[in-house]
């Protein structure tokens, strides 16, 4: 059994350490985080130590891996501290606050020889996995478009920390989407062209961006249209968080949904033939699974910290857009 130790408790962290458990390779060692109720609740449910300090967690409890699941202004410093004890780190998203903190974590990772994931989970998904496997085995030809979409009706604008985002649809969700449109992609991004807005609600002083239009241009050359509403009214447009995308190429188009995959090819519809259904297959190894494969033979994770730092590049530039107006180049790493 793999020990970690958890940092940061609610919110996603509950959700994170809870599947970490559920896995079925890995002890929680113990928790650490300053709510005084994250803290007992994860006790209660591991039987486990907590701590409010993460220098007295690392010095007092061994432990082979950390998860760092804090607010993200915690994430660079606490895993590189991690990491410099000896520790492998599993971080939540997004990596970093600033592209340079990422690329510090990333580069403590190689220094020292520890693995460094990022919990971009989405890609793990069935149907986004299964997605990627069908592109890779030409069913569509050399992929040319993308459009990904992200419609909910949710307060999160309202309340919380997130609310108090400069760019809260692009900080706290896009870094998710972008990841996943180089995935499907199989590409990078050269640039991108963004928008942001609040919602405009009479009665109502929304403090919080709540919709981001955006334009990646890709290698390939594959163009990407993402777009994404939190106060979306139409439930029949409702994507929920697990979103919903659709791959063109040169033999045909893929819709992807949480419940199947929709193939036509240009070929099949010329005969009049309806689009080919395919339940989604879940890879063999789930987010947590391939973290500890990771830590047993040293090779990076499929959202390894290299790996992750161009989709962040990607979410920077499409921040520096927005406050710009302009197109922005992305500076990816090589």
Not at 292 to 317: I, Q
Not at 321 to 328: A, F, L, M, N
Request: aromatic residues 8%; contains cysteine.
């Amino acid at each position: 059994m793999i020990r970690l130790l958890c940092v940061g408790l609610g919110g996603m962290g509950r959700h994170d350490w809870s599947s970490a458990a559920a896995s079925g390779e890995f002890e929680l060692v113990a928790g650490v985080d300053v709510d005084a109720e994250s803290r007992e609740f994860f006790e209660e449910k591991t039987g486990a130590p907590t701590f409010d300090d993460f220098e007295t967690a690392l010095a007092t409890v061994p432990a082979d891996a950390a998860l760092i699941a804090t607010p993200d202004h915690f994430h660079a410093p606490f895993s590189i501290r991690a990491m410099e004890k000896g520790l492998d780190v599993i971080c939540e998203k997004p990596m970093a606050e600033t592209l340079d903190d990422a690329k510090r974590m990333h580069d403590t990772a190689e220094r020292l020889g520890r693995m460094l994931m990022v919990h971009q989970q989405l890609r793990w998904t069935p149907y986004f996995h299964h997605a990627r496997q069908l592109i890779e085995q030409d069913a569509i030809g050399t992929p040319q478009s993308i459009e990904f979409d992200l419609f909910i009706f949710a307060d999160t604008c309202f309340r919380g920390y997130r609310s108090k985002l400069p760019q809260l649809m692009l900080q706290d969700l896009a870094i998710h989407h972008f990841d996943l449109v180089r995935y499907l992609a199989g590409n990078e991004c050269r640039g991108v062209y963004a928008r942001s807005w609040k919602s405009n609600e009479e009665q109502k002083q929304v403090p919080a961006t709540t919709n981001v239009y955006a334009i990646l241009d890709l290698d390939g050359p594959v163009t990407a249209c993402y777009r994404s509403k939190m106060r979306c009214l139409m439930k029949d447009e409702h994507t929920g968080y697990n979103c919903r995308a659709q791959v063109t190429g040169s033999k045909g188009t893929l819709r992807i949904g949480p419940e199947r995959l929709e193939l036509q090819t240009f070929e099949a519809f010329a005969a009049k033939e309806e689009p080919t259904l395919i339940t989604p297959v879940a890879p063999a190894r789930s987010v947590w699974q391939s973290f500890g494969d990771a830590m047993n033979t040293r090779t990076p994770t499929l959202t390894s910290s290299g790996e992750n730092l161009n989709s962040l590049a990607v979410l920077f530039a499409a921040i520096e857009s927005v406050e710009t107006g302009k197109r922005v180049a992305v500076n990816g790493i090589g």
